[in-house]
């Protein structure tokens, strides 16, 4: 199982961009489908963007599309969420997971620490 270490949140103002990393580890010998999700305060976690394996399938939930892009580098076994334009809706705390079914964006179980992103107005 993938065992993602996010990092990259930070304090910005509403109208700038962040670079969020997710490095995995555990079984990176096998390329997994990933998911960028995120959880704001009193709210259910929830799926931002995807990417399939080979980074040549991406999706976004509407809240997001136009500012958000998900990317990989197999290589290094990381992928990236890009976010421009940042709104202080989009305070949450951001995770990622490898997708155990792409169609219904179903993470595996296991989840890290996640990566604080804070939007001020």
């Known amino acids: 199982q993938v065992q993602p270490v996010e990092s990259g949140g930070g304090l910005v103002q509403a109208g700038n961009s962040l670079r969020l990393s997710c490095a995995a580890s555990?079984?990176?010998?096998?390329?997994?489908?990933m998911g960028w999700f995120r959880q704001a305060p009193g709210k259910e976690r929830e799926v931002v963007a995807a990417?399939?394996?080979?980074?040549?399938?991406?999706w976004y939930a509407d809240a997001v599309k136009g500012r958000f892009t998900i990317s990989r580098d197999n290589a290094k076994n990381t992928v990236y969420l890009q976010i421009n334009s940042l709104k202080p809706e989009d305070t949450a705390v951001y995770y990622c997971?490898?997708?155990?079914?792409?169609?219904?964006?179903?993470?595996?179980?296991?989840w890290g620490q996640g990566t604080q992103v804070t939007v001020s107005s």
């Open positions: 555990g079984r990176t010998r096998t390329i997994y489908n």
């Open positions: 997971n490898a997708l155990s079914e792409w169609s219904a964006k179903k993470p595996y179980d296991y």
């Open positions: 990417i399939n394996w080979n980074g040549g399938i991406t």
